[in-house]
């Protein structure tokens, strides 16, 4: 008597893996973040007593006065366009390379204006901004 | 005479090849996705000149009222108060001398909030700041 084989079925079943992959797919772009990973950077001195070597006569003085949503710059005690601020600095960083450039935000103004200022200034090649703190502008007197 | 039955034409979509496309998307999304540690909502700040930050970076995010979030890199970032920034980022630096800071503030926050946050950092000795900023021109 011939006996009868059942043939085993030897497929993968396929057919849910592209209801997986599109399940993990949705997961993902749900769960992902278009995070912004680019700035401006700056080095903050080492803690110290001692105001760093920029005085009144060879630093560039920025002043940031609110305005509305905007700002006024003062440069030098001299109001100035964002724009023109580079061509104010140019002639001067040509001179020397290593002028010091104080941001002086007012308290008050909007934390934009500063970066603005600051942005310009990074355009333009300045090696030294400083950002003095309240708390450094009282320690320095009247300097600013 | 009897016609012959015109051919039936085959109506399957070839779907062989989908998983692949769905795995290759899966691939994509696994890759770019990034845990982020902050995930508070402001308005940047734009500007034209931006540098990649680090990555791995403690993050303090400052709204615009001046509510302050902070992260030390590996942790989601948590509610602080202004006057809590000196400790926590002296810890941080404790562990890592070198460890940047990324502040990520509002663009229409009041700079004197900015400012203690600055003058916190400087006195926890943290030397390498970087300001997150949007590419000016995109809103």
């Not at chain 1, 043939?7 to 396929?14: A, H, L, S, Y």
């Not at chain 2, 770019?32 to 508070?40: G, K």
Request: overall charge negative; hydrophobic content about 45%.
């Amino acid at each position: 008597m011939k006996l009868k084989k059942k043939g085993t079925n030897t497929e993968i079943p396929t057919a849910s893996m592209a209801d997986i992959a599109f399940l993990l797919i949705v997961f993902f772009m749900i769960t992902s973040v278009f995070s912004v990973t680019r700035g401006l950077e700056f080095q903050l001195p080492k803690n110290q007593d001692t105001p760093p070597d920029s005085t009144q006569e060879e630093a560039i003085h920025i002043h940031v006065i609110p305005a509305g949503a905007d700002c006024v710059y003062e440069v030098d005690r001299e109001q100035m366009r964002l724009s023109d601020i580079q061509i104010y600095i140019e002639p001067k960083l040509a001179r020397n390379p290593n002028k010091f450039v104080i941001i002086d935000p007012d308290p008050e103004a909007p934390y934009k204006c500063m970066v603005h200022a600051f942005d310009e200034l990074k355009q333009a090649q300045v090696k030294n901004i400083s950002i003095p703190t309240a708390a450094e502008k009282a320690s320095w007197g009247n300097i600013l | 005479m009897r016609l012959k039955q015109p051919k039936r034409s085959e109506s399957l979509i070839p779907t062989a090849s989908m998983a692949d496309i769905a795995f290759l998307l899966i691939v994509f999304f696994m890759i770019t996705t990034s845990i982020t540690v902050d995930r508070t909502a402001v308005a940047l700040p734009t500007s034209l000149e931006r540098v990649e930050v680090p990555k791995d970076a403690a993050v303090v995010a400052v709204e615009r009222d001046g509510v302050v979030h902070f992260s030390d890199g590996t942790e989601q970032s948590h509610v602080i108060n202004m006057s809590d920034v000196l400790p926590a980022a002296a810890f941080v630096i404790e562990k890592n001398s070198l460890m940047w800071f990324i502040i990520k503030a509002d663009g229409d926050a009041e700079y004197q909030f900015i400012d203690q946050v600055m003058e916190q950092l400087r006195q926890a000795s943290v030397r390498n700041i970087a300001m997150l900023t949007q590419q000016e021109g995109v809103e």
